[in-house]
C-alpha cells in the first residue's frame, strides 16, 4: 500500500519521539511491501518561531491531503508564565483539532504487569484495568467565546455544547462499547447537579442509549470519577466525557500505566485523523535522547490500525511489549539502568 | 462560653452523621463548661420535600444570627438522574455559598498510617502526605450565567471570575502557607494555556506574591495536578484553585487518606463560617447506622478551632485518633468487623 502520512515535530520532546516512529514506519514498510511519504508541517512553539503562527495554514493543507496525521508534542515554559501572551503554543493544536474537525480524542488505558512496580497504586488494584476514553475535543470551554477586561479586572470563559456535538461522539462510544472485545459498558461522566451543559450531556446520552440496547450505560459527576479512576479503575469499560473533564481524567488516569509517557491516543473526526502520544512537550527533556518514544510509537501502531495495517501493528505492538519485558527502556521507566530514546527506536524497528 | 450553632442536617447520611458531632460538641461543652445551642435549618432535598424550597430564607436567617453552622451532605438522585428537574437540592447548598459570601473551602489532605491498608496507593508513597486545598467557592462556573435552548439543541454555562474574587482568596490562601507549621509553598492549579479565567488568576498571584517574599509559588496546569497528586502528593503544601478544579481535585486527592468518610471542610467567608464533611449525602447507606461520622465529627474540630477552642478541639482529635488506632471504625474502613455510626458517635463522645 501507498500512503502519505503528515508530520509534525511540535515543541520540546515532539521532534526525538517521532522521528523513532518514523524509523519503525520505515521498516514497517520494508517488512510488509508498503510505501510511506511523508510531508513535514509546522506547529506550536516552533511554528511561532519560525512564522509567527502557531498554525500556518500550510500545515493544515498537508493534513487534509495525507492519509494520517502523525504529531509529536506542544508546548514551552515561555509562554506558560506569560499570561498576557498574546500567541500562544496551544493555539495551533486548538486550531488543528477546529479546522479538521477532530471531535473524539481516543485514549486507551492499558496497564502493563512489567510496569506495576513504577505505579503509585498497589498491584492488585491495577490488575484487569483496561478502559478506554472518549474525550469530546472542539467543544466546550476549550472553545467557547473568551473575554477579558482591558484593566485586568475580569475574564471570563464560556462553555457551549450543541446536540449534534454530543450526539455524534456518543455514537462514536456507544459503537465501541459495543465491539466484540469491550464489557458493553459506558459510563458518562459528566457535573448534572451544576452544569447547564452537562444535564444536555446526559439528556443526549440517555435519548440515545436505546438505540445500544446491550450497552449498559452509568452516570457519574466528575469529582466522583476522578476518585474511582484511582479507587476501583477495574469498574469502567468506555468513558465518554466533555472536553476539559476529558483533559484532566485521561491524564489522572495515565498513572495507572506506570508512565505517562506509554500512552498513544488518536483524534478522530470528519477527515484525515492525527495520532499522538498523550506526554507533552516536556522541555526538560528536550535534545537529550532521553524521553520516551513508546507513546509515540504506540500511536503508530494505531494509525497502522487505522489504515487497516492489523498485522503490521500488532508486530508494532509486539516489538514494544518485548523492549518492556527486556528492560530495554528509557530513564523515565527505569533512571539507573536505562537506554537512549535513540536506542529504543533502534531496537523496535530492528525487531519489526 | 456560649455559642450558637446553626444545624443543617441536610440529606442521605447527613443527618445521622451530624447527630454525632452534636453529641460530641455536647461532651465538649459538659467537660469544659461551655453552653451549645443549637438552632435547626433546612436545605436540600429535604427542604424541597418539606417546604418546596432548597434553601428557605429562614434557613439563611438562622445561619446569619449563629456564630458557625454545622452542615451535613446534599443530594438525592431522583434529582440525579432527571436532567430536567426544575428544582435540585445543590441549588440550596450552592445558594447558601453565595448568600453567605462562603468564598474559600479549605480541605485539609491528611493520611493516618493505621489506615494505609485502605488506600489503593502504596505506603511508601502516603508518608508525609500533609497538604491543604484552598477551593473558591462562590464564583466560576457554578456561578456563571447559564442557557439552554428551548427546543433542547443547546446549552451553555460560562465560567467568569473578577480580581477582588481571585485576590481574597489568595491572600488566604498566602497567608495560610506561612503559618509555622507550613513548608512555605503555595500551587497555583489553574489551565492557563487554554482558558482566559485561568490566565487571570495566573496573572493575580504572580502580582500579589511578592507580598509573601518567604512562599515559594508554584504553577500547575490542572491535568498535569490530576497526576502529581498520585504521583508525587508530598510535593504539596498549600494548593491554590478555582471552583470546578477545585472540586475534582480535592475529591481526587481524598482518595490518598484511605476513606472519603474521614475527611472535614470548613468553607470561609465574609460571616458565619461553614462546616461539613467532605463525603455526599451518600443515600444508598442513608437511615442505615453505616455511615462514617469522623468527616462530619473532624469538621466539628474544625469549628471548634475557629471558635477559638483549641483545646478542646485537640481533645476531639485525639479521640478521633484513638477509635481509629483502636479499630472501632464504620463499615468503610473494615466491611468485616465494623461498628455502627452511632457507637462511634458514643466512643468518642465518652472519651472526650
Ligand atoms: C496542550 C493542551 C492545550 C492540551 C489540552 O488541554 O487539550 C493537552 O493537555 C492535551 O490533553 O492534549
Ligand atoms: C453537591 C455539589 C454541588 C458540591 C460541589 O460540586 O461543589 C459537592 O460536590 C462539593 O464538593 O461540595
Redesign the pocket.
Known sequence: MQKHIAVILGDGIGPEVTQQSLKVLDAVAEKFGHEFSYEYGLMGADAIDKTGNPLPDETLEICRRSDAILFGA??HPKYDNDPTAKVR??QG??RIRKELQLYA?IRPINTYASLHHLCPLKPQNLEGVDFIIFRE?TGGI?FGNKQKAEDGSSASDSCTYTREEIERIAHLAFHFAQKPERRKKLTLVDKANVLETSRLWRKVVQDIAPQYPDVTVDYMFVDNAAMQIILNPKQFDVVLTE?MFG?II??EASVLSGSLGLLP?ASVGTGTVLF?P?H?SYPQAAGKDIANPIGSILSTALMLEYLGMNEEAKLVRKAVEWTLSSKFVTKDIDPLNYYFTSTIGDLISDFV
Chains 1, 2 share one sequence.
Open positions: 506542544i508546548g503554543p496551544e493544536l486548538l480524542n475535543l476549550y472536553n483533559d485521561s491524564d491516543s499522538e498523550i507533552g
